[in-house]
């Protein structure tokens, strides 16, 4: 049987947003007024929250979210572009990579 300590923290992933489709995706997300006004102030929190994944161990997969694959995800889920169908987009994404981490 293997120590807590030798066991690898499950692989996570964070949602990643080009420049280019920071402005359309703020508009699309429902809570997109909340986020940063500029996609420069936006990485520099997501890569910090990336940054803090890495340092506890994690892999850390980008999942890249743009305009009209993630508005048709939603669609075809049907669920709100909100924080919720983001994660379960990000998750859904890292399930695809690494399988179920259980």
């Known amino acids: 049987m293997a120590n807590v300590e030798d066991t690898q923290p499950p692989a996570v992933g964070v949602y990643w947003i080009a420049e ?3 402005a359309a995706l703020r508009n699309i997300f429902v809570d997109g007024k909340k986020m940063p006004s500029t996609w420069q102030a936006w990485v520099k929190m997501a890569e910090e929250m990336e940054n803090g994944l890495k340092s506890y161990g994690h892999a850390v997969m980008r999942v ?3 305009p009209k694959t993630f508005s048709a995800w939603c669609n075809d889920h ?3 572009p909100d924080r ?3 994660k379960r987009f990000v998750a ?3 399930k695809d990579r690494y399988g ?3």
């Open 84 to 86: 919720d169908a983001r």
């Open 78 to 80: 049907g669920t709100s």
């Open 100 to 102: 179920d981490q259980k």
């Open 20 to 22: 280019k489709d920071y």
């Open 92 to 94: 859904a994404a890292v």
């Open 64 to 66: 890249h979210i743009d």
